[in-house]
């Protein structure tokens, strides 16, 4: 049953949206609730996911589901050497009828773009998402094209050391707003997989439990979570220290402290919360700021981890 909402959603009728966007994500990714609550934390805070691990593990399966919970336009775009921007961004085609360029949009015009394997496309390709993901338009022979609202791009990439894949330009990692890893099932969740995947495709049980209107009201009470100002503080702070780090060649950009705060709002959303506690704001550091950061020469040879980097700061910000 599609949940609707064309008026306001109150905070607790948004909870219970949330919670069937869950379920049904649940129902195909078994055995990892954090990392779908993470999804959905990126889903409500208007952010685009980076869904980053080895092959077989799910990342596509993760993108999809959530796709497919809510009743919207949606595209894949499979990511190969030779794909060009034109097939991202879309082309404008001569017309001989009536002597005009016609414009023809390309896979990323949809609510939800799903980009798989972005990493395997050349950087010039992958630049071709940056305008998009930022200011929610496209910009093809010098006329703009707004997108469709809600617009999120959900994304997935093997680790760059596997052959065949070239590193995210860092502005483009910069402009997701999380970046996760989803991990090998427990025993128990794969032989519940085993099981699963020999009934049908799990995906072929998901249907839609909400639809872009409300997907809409939904980030509308999100924006709306009230963070005070020495959470505000806080997150600045937090943001702040990385730039200090000596373990870190780059820190985070204050795109990432807007990033964080949005979030933090997601996140107190999930918990049943109206106000932000400094307790979201930690929990979310790790993936809101490690894919931002540029390790230290020192961080490389001791093997240092941007997640463990990250923590290690974060302990010493004093909390509001």
């Known amino acids: 049953?599609?949940?609707t909402q064309d008026a306001a959603l109150r905070p607790d009728e948004a909870r219970d949206v949330v919670a069937a966007i869950s379920r049904s994500v649940e129902g195909v990714i078994s055995g990892k609730p954090g990392a779908v609550r993470l999804?959905?934390?990126a889903l409500l805070a208007e952010g685009h996911l980076l869904i980053e691990d080895v092959p077989g593990v799910g990342k596509t399966m993760l993108a999809k589901s959530l796709a497919r919970s809510i009743d919207c336009s949606m595209n894949r775009i499979q990511f190969t050497p030779d794909l060009l921007p034109s097939d991202v961004t879309g082309v404008s085609v001569f017309d001989r009828s009536s002597n005009t360029f016609e414009f023809r949009p390309g896979a990323v015009f949809a609510n939800i773009v799903l980009g798989d394997e972005i990493n395997r496309a050349s950087p010039k390709t992958q630049s071709a998402l940056l305008e998009a993901m930022e200011e929610q338009q496209v910009t093809v022979d010098g006329q703009t094209y707004a997108l469709p609202q809600p617009f999120m791009?959900?994304?997935t990439q093997n680790p760059v050391e596997m052959e065949g894949t070239y590193p995210l330009p860092e502005a483009q990692r910069d402009r997701f707003l999380l970046?996760?890893?989803?991990?090998?099932?427990d025993r128990a969740a794969e032989v519940a997989m085993l099981d699963s995947h020999d009934a049908a495709d799990p995906l072929d049980s998901v249907s839609s439990v909400t639809d872009a209107s409300t997907l809409r009201s939904l980030r509308h009470v999100t924006r709306g979570?009230?963070?005070s100002p020495a959470v505000k503080q806080y997150v600045v702070d937090v943001v702040g220290a990385t730039r200090r780090e000596p373990m870190l060649r780059l820190g985070a950009s204050p795109r990432a402290s807007v990033h964080l705060l949005q979030a933090a709002r997601a996140q107190a959303l999930l918990s049943g919360r109206d106000h932000v506690l400094p307790d979201?704001?930690?929990q979310l550091c790790g993936p809101v700021l490690s894919h931002r950061v540029l390790l230290s020469?020192?961080?490389h040879l001791n093997h240092r981890a941007p997640a463990a980097i990250i923590a290690d700061v974060v302990t010493h910000v004093p909390v509001p």
């Open 179 to 185: 970046q996760i890893q989803i991990g090998y099932p």
């Open 280 to 282: 979201d704001v930690q």
């Open 225 to 227: 979570i009230f963070a």
């Open 153 to 155: 791009v959900i994304a």
């Open 39 to 41: 999804a959905l934390v």
């Open 1 to 3: 049953m599609t949940i």
């Open 297 to 299: 020469p020192e961080a």
